[in-house]
């Protein structure tokens, strides 16, 4: 096993086992043919880098029928509002700017850069999300951002003054032509600006199911600033974001054209101090999964024997993890609901809980609720005030199992 980045040596230290592909939401007809890869993450020895011990082929995942909709929470379209508004006011303050964005989705953030009437372009593989970006007045080519590409972007539309991306490059094992694609599509002063999640919020609040097929990569500053290096560019700025549990947003730049700033010493310094790529605390974070794997499955099957109704709310991709390592299936949890149309009548995959509208949720309300959307917690309590105000109580399952 070798590291996807620098070819070191790389270490196991967790074993999920097989897994299904996460956002494979299965028909009757899907059932004798799915597909199952084995989920494990190591670190390498030599870069530090965070990744998936197997790769799953990128067509397999990314493709027309990709079910994940950006656009589905409120709180991130606020936030992608925000993100336009920021590279507008900055690094698109030029004449004349071009942006292009890496896995634009359904245009959740170019949509506003659109409307301001900024040159762009959204580089996306799955044809029915590029589609509905397509219909919000977003320019998107359908195809995997790679060095290939990137060189035709750059003789069809010239240079970029920005590429960004969310929650994409961390899906990306062949960063390499990724790099080459950047530095062949940047202008010399341009800046490559992606945020993913963070492997050290990931660790300290024990989200052990943002690891699932399309998350190949778990950054850590340190490690992003290796892979920077590596590539012939340097990072110099992180802001941590509050999104998805916890992300780091990264700016880099060619090497030595922008001074770094001092966050990003700073943010090296603090991971070296609590360990954070040590192997004592993967160790740990290793535990703290199998410990929330016995509690989760003891609570639900003492539920169960009480005779209490126990559903399962917002279809992620993270919850596959959940259902498939712990081997919840609908004997716990009889249906899951989920606003996205496209998973609506689907079974999951692996554990194959059906997925019903979220109307499904009053119907009658059940007496819990276990919150696969942690992320969106906080919209999510907010539109179900009803439910608790009916008795019913949600069930989280990180940084621990609790009820609240
Ligand atoms: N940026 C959005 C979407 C994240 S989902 C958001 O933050 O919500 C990840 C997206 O990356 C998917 O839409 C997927 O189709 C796309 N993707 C995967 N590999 C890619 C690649 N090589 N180039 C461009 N997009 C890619
Ligand atoms: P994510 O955690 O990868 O962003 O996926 C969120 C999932 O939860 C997605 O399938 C949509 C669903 N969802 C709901 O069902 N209701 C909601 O209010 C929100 C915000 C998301
Ligand atoms: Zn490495």
């Known amino acids: 096993m070798i590291c996807r980045v620098c070819g070191g040596p790389l270490t196991e230290f967790f074993d999920f086992g097989r897994q299904p592909l996460s956002d494979a939401f299965l028909t009757a007809d899907d059932l004798d043919r799915q597909f199952f890869f084995r989920l494990a993450v190591g670190a390498c020895e030599s870069c530090t880098m965070v990744q998936l011990v197997e ?3 990128r067509d397999r995942m990314f493709h027309d029928a990709y079910p994940y909709l950006s656009s589905g929470s409120s709180a991130m379209r606020r936030h992608f509002e925000e993100t336009a508004q920021f590279l507008t006011d900055g690094e698109l303050g030029g004449p004349d700017p071009f942006i292009v964005e890496i896995g634009c989705n359904d245009g959740v953030m170019l949509k506003t850069i659109g409307k301001a009437g900024i040159r762009h372009l959204g580089v996306e593989p799955s044809g029915g999300v590029a589609r509905m970006a397509r219909a919000e007045g977003v320019r998107v080519r359908t195809d995997f951002f790679e060095e290939a590409s990137a060189t035709r972007v750059l003789g069809e539309e010239g240079p970029a003054d920005v590429i960004y991306a969310a929650n994409t490059i961390c899906h990306i094992p062949y960063l390499d032509s990724v790099f080459r694609g950047v530095d062949a ?6 800046v490559f600006v992606f945020e993913d999640p963070y492997f050290g919020d990931i660790v300290e609040r024990n989200t052990f199911d943002q690891i699932y097929d399309e998350h190949f990569f778990f950054f850590t500053v340190r490690s992003v600033q290796a892979m ?8 110099v700025d992180v802001r941590r974001l509050p999104v998805h549990g916890g992300e780091v947003r990264y700016t880099i730049a060619r090497a030595g054209r922008r001074r770094p700033s001092e966050r990003v010493a700073a943010m090296v310094e603090e991971e070296a101090g609590r360990g954070l790529a040590a192997p004592a605390t993967l160790a740990r974070f290793g535990a703290n999964i199998e410990s929330i794997r016995h509690d989760l499955v003891e609570l639900l099957q003492d539920l169960r024997a009480q005779g209490k109704r126990v559903i399962g709310y917002g279809a992620t991709a993270k919850s596959a993890t959940v259902t498939n390592y712990c081997g919840i299936g609908p004997d716990l949890i009889p249906f899951v609901c989920d606003t996205t149309p496209a998973k609506h009548g689907r079974l999951m995959p692996g554990s194959h809980i059906p997925v ?9 309300y059940p007496d819990y609720a276990l919150l696969f959307a942690w992320n969106h917690a906080e919209e ?8 608790r105000a009916a008795g019913g109580r949600w069930i989280l399952y990180t940084p621990d199992v609790r009820i609240v």
């Open 55 to 57: 790769e799953v082929a």
């Open 185 to 190: 599509l940047l202008k010399t002063d341009g």
């Open 228 to 235: 920077a290096e590596r590539m012939g560019f340097e990072l």
């Open 356 to 364: 019903r509208p979220a109307e499904a949720m009053s119907d009658p």
């Open 380 to 387: 999510i309590m907010a539109k179900e005030q009803e439910f």
